[in-house]
């Protein structure tokens, strides 16, 4: 069984039914929310938060949590800066950067993240 922590980190594939996609998106969501309850000062639970928020729609929501990740942390600046911050040679696997373009960053992207 997955803990609480893996099962809020939304990757999903391209092409995943839209149906699936929403209750996954919203299953994220509830667990990042739970996440910021607990760690409110951890800019990557309020930006993943912020894409969840998005990628359901509401953008409101999302603007807000992106508001608080760039108080917290410079990186949620743009895509870019985000890309090139410490702690992301994960996106160097292209599995996982192909995944977090059609989640994390279209999320961010429809938050109001610029690309530069």
Same mark, same amino acid.
């Given at each position: ?68 990740? #760039? ?37 961010? #992207? ?7």
């Amino acid at each position: 069984m997955q803990s609480g922590s893996a099962r809020a980190i939304a990757i999903y594939p391209p092409g995943t039914d839209k149906s699936g996609l929403k209750a996954r998106t919203d299953e994220a969501v509830r667990w990042f929310e739970k996440a910021r309850s607990a760690y409110a000062a951890v800019h990557h639970i309020l930006a993943s938060l912020a894409a969840g928020y998005a990628l359901k729609g509401e953008t409101g929501r999302a603007g807000v949590a992106l508001s608080e990740a #760039r108080r917290l942390s410079d990186r949620y600046s743009s895509i870019a800066r985000l890309k090139a911050a410490p702690g992301t040679g994960w996106l160097q696997a292209p599995k996982l950067r192909a995944l977090a373009e059609t989640t994390l960053f279209a999320g961010l #992207r429809l938050a109001g993240m610029p690309e530069e």
